[in-house]
């Protein structure tokens, strides 16, 4: 049974996908509930495989018992079909990707109700082919296989975000431009890879490849490596490449954003370190300095540019759809400092801010359920209508602040000591900027959420009722606002049995 | 050094946040809310107590509670001077939780629940920074402590209250992210060590461009200590309730910032490196000297009491850091002793200022003329804080001052003793026209003293003992010279 464990993760989302879609004809009750089940399926597999991997290294998969075949004169035996593959660099992403959708799937139900009333089935199909979508990218151990799913998740966003009010359309089509644009260009650099090595499979192709580059035929896999790291790129909003993002988080379902905002773009960048590190060798990065000091130099760019834009926001959901572009500069520039810290904490950041993103626009749904919108002058008084809401929200905005002991803080540790040690300085700056930003943020929620009003417990003051969210919003929002303090403290553990053995070898310590 | 492995400094912790959770519980009933604070500070200090005899006979108690980093891990360790300072501050927080009573209730003042729970908070986090094992842990209750004190800083929660609390946190929050944090990773990934060591982490032969600028970045990130120019919030936290501003702003946030720049220098630089590389010990010097003549003169153009007591704080802070900075034994001794005998004074100085605008509303100076004759009490204890912080005896002041002069001879950096005298002269400057106005000056406003009356009882209680404890200081020094000479030992070279 556990050997069928990696496909389970897959299939539970499709499936529930699948189901919901199709009894939504004649049982629209019964939508929610089979996307739930899958999704909660997923993460036990997902969860189980953590173990197994951190025991016994890498499980591999493979799909209709395609496996390997031994090649005369090939070292490494040749996998015919496609791989799929839980090793240390993907196993943690898969439990965040599902367990934040199981979560998120939990809480989207009421928001649904009443934001997309009428149309729930088609929403939780769409969300659950999402999911499937990406943990498909996560998993898949085959860069064609990686595209294909790379496309489920776009086309499933697309059409998310246009479920949206207002300007939705405008904001998807954007996305839709720029997003299929990334994937054209990651498609085309897979190109040519395959064109140089023969294969598509990620074993293979990291065993081939440095016999070509050392034999001088390195002309036409660099061009390919540039295409995919403009398509990963592209498909993040990493900067220049940013500017549909905001929009379509801000404009898309309040319920749409809560899940793309924290996977999406996590795993765009999770496809990025799985071409750095396992495709191509790290050793090719640092030799390619010329990259390696342009995306240092965008990463900080971007965290300045983002910090910026976020303290001019005058909405909440716009503000955060900043925050989620200054944290992609955060784990790209950690990745292409290309040393131990760096890529631990950009490893690290990917799974920790996946957690953060979520809870914070958990949060920010809660806030617009009851507020129905999102202006930041509209929270006056939030602190005491959504006392326990904006408890989960200072929580937070530590995390993204890096206050210790959130997660945030130790990722942020690692991408500095990696920066430090690197000596990129203005990376360093620009990621104290980025924290210092998110830090004036907070406390201006707070002035105005609560220091704003008269204190309602003073005597002649208005008093201020209560107007919690409803609690199949509250407790998963509360959940994940405390899964990012338990995150933090053991980042250490994770650390030390998963991610430290996903780095490759050859690294300085 | 012999060490104990023991749970008791982390109980020791969490008495006050145990103490945080029952006061949000039970804050209907505001005499069970208070009695839980009090049976809180009473069992933390008992066990405090009960640590001091080993911890005077030079052995450690240690715990660690999980690893966070390589290396570096959530982790306490109790050495004498950790156990002075959490002793400071536990035994100020029962007289000023008597004040807050005294002073919060008559007035009907709003949310005092938050009050106290928060008030817990910070005490749990000054404790936690007291017996902090490495750089890391102590960071961690650094950051608490600036949280928790905002609500308190904006407890009036009007327009003054919100701009001192932006002030508040823009420095504090800004110089230790900004600065420490840096400085924190850059010493791990050069030392891969962060804990406090006898000699420090550094590796001989560490450049001292490097050395220089992460003793700077520290210095200036731990703003808590007030150095200038990063000293602007502490006047602009004078927004507080009185309470706050005598045992946070006097006592345990600001003692925290020292404490941390102390543990810096004597346990990541080390006093051997501090002592034999010029550079370092003279900028420590220099900045705290000239932070402790600029604070003193500024304090003498203040006219709000708070404020000249803001700039007086800020001035007495360089003391310590100075005291550190000679690298001397009786310098260090001195400074470590300063920490509580300062506390005193000024936490009297403070609760003073409050009963006075309690009494008649009064703020400014210019404002109580005569105002001795009505509240004899109040400005008696009044000047024998005064005392204190200037370093007359017969008070607590007097010991400090003198093993930081004689710390200063010792030292290579003599003209020191010119600062501290210079110094004492201003702050007897500006306190004692106070204290004269007070009780000979003619009344500028005779109908609102007419009005005036001491206090009620919960008020004056608080500053009869803090005032009390003063001049004890004075008369017993030799007990917490021990501590303050058992840390001194440990940590400079025979």
Known sequence: ?509 | METIHSFTPVWIILTSSVAALLVALLGRWPNVRESCIFAAAAIKLGLLLSLAPAVLDGKLYEFEVMELLPNVGLAFRVDALGLMFALVSVSLWIPTTIFSMGFLRPLKRHAQTRFFFFFAIAISSAVGVAFSANLLTLFIFYEALSLSTYPLVTHHQDDDAIKGGRKYLTYLLGTSIALALPAMIIVYQQTGNLDFTNGGVFADGTSTTLLVVLLVMFLFGFAKAGLMPFHAWLPGAMVAPAPVSALLHAVAVVKVGVFSIIRVLTGIFGVDLLANTPSLSTIVCVLAAITLIVASLIALTQDNIKSRLAYSTIGQLSYIILGVGLATKSGIAGAALHIPMHAFGKITLFLCAGAIYQACGAKCISEIHGLGRKLPLTMTAFFIGSLCVIGLPPTGGFVSKWYLLNGSLDSAQQWAFAVFLTSSLLNAAYFLPIVYKAFFATPTDPARLDKTKEPPPLTVVPLFITSAGCVLLFFFSGKLFQFANTFAEMYTPQ
């Open chain 1, 1 to 509: 049974m556990t050997e069928q464990l990696p496909i389970i993760i897959i299939l539970g989302p499709l499936l529930g996908a699948v189901l919901a879609a199709f009894t939504g004809w004649f049982r629209p009750r019964l939508s929610h509930p089979l996307v739930v089940l899958g999704l909660a399926i997923s993460f036990a597999a997902a969860l189980k495989l953590v173990f197994i991997v951190a025991d016994a290294g890498a499980q591999k998969y493979w799909l209709g018992g395609w496996g390997e075949k031994v090649v005369p004169g090939q070292k490494e035996p040749f996998v015919v079909g496609i791989q799929i593959t839980v090793d240390y660099l993907n196993t943690l992403l898969l439990v965040a990707v599902s367990g934040i959708a199981l979560l998120t799937s939990v809480y989207t139900r009421r928001l649904v109700d009443t934001e997309l009333a009428g149309r729930q089935r088609y929403f939780y199909a769409l969300f659950s082919l999402l999911v499937t979508g990406l943990l498909g990218i996560t998993i898949t151990g085959d860069i064609f296989n990686l595209y294909v799913f790379m496309e489920i998740a776009a086309l499933s966003s697309y059409a998310l975000i246009a479920y949206g009010r207002g300007r939705a359309y405008m904001a998807a089509f954007n996305y839709l431009i720029m997003g299929t644009m990334g994937a054209c260009l990651y498609l085309l650099g897979v190109g040519f890879v395959f064109a140089k090595t023969g294969t598509l499979n990620i074993d293979n192709v990291s065993a081939i490849i440095p016999a070509l580059l050392n034999s001088g035929q390195s002309q036409a896999l660099f061009v390919g490596f540039v295409l995919i790291l403009l398509g990963a790129w592209a498909k993040m909003a990493f900067f220049p490449f940013h500017g549909w993002l905001p929009n379509a988080y801000a404009h898309a379902p309040t319920a749409g954003a809560a899940i793309l905002a924290p996977l999406a773009t996590k795993v765009a960048v999770y496809t990025m370190l799985r071409i750095m590190v396992t495709v191509y060798s790290i050793e090719y990065i640092i030799h390619s300095p010329g990259i390696q000091s342009l995306a240092l130099y965008l990463s900080s760019l971007a965290i300045v540019i983002a910090s910026f834009f976020s303290l001019t926001q005058t909405n909440l959901k716009k503000l955060a759809s900043y925050f989620v572009l200054s944290e992609i500069g955060y784990m790209v520039g950690g990745a292409w400092l290309a040393n131990k810290p760096g890529l631990t904490g950009a490893m690290v950041h990917v799974v920790a801010d996946a957690a953060m993103t979520s809870a914070l626009f958990m949060a920010i749904g809660c806030i617009v359920y009851r507020l129905g919108q999102a202006q930041l002058d509209d929270l006056k008084g939030v602190f005491f209508k959504m006392p326990v809401t904006m408890a989960a929200f200072v929580v937070t905005m530590a995390a993204l602040i890096g206050v210790p002991p959130t997660c945030g803080f130790f990722s942020k540790w690692y991408l500095i000591q990696g920066a430090a040690q690197a000596g990129v300085w203005h990376f360093v700056a620009a990621l104290l900027l980025s924290s210092l930003v998110k830090a004036i943020i907070l406390f201006r929620i707070i002035e105005i959420g609560y220091n704003r009003v008269p204190h309602p417990a003073i005597e002649g003051n208005p008093a201020i009722p209560r107007n919690e969210a409803p609690l199949s919003m509250l407790i998963p929002t509360v959940a994940m606002a405390l899964g990012l303090i338990a995150l933090g403290l053991g980042t250490s553990t994770l650390v030390n049995t998963i991610i430290a053995k996903a780095l490759p070898a050859a690294l300085a310590p």
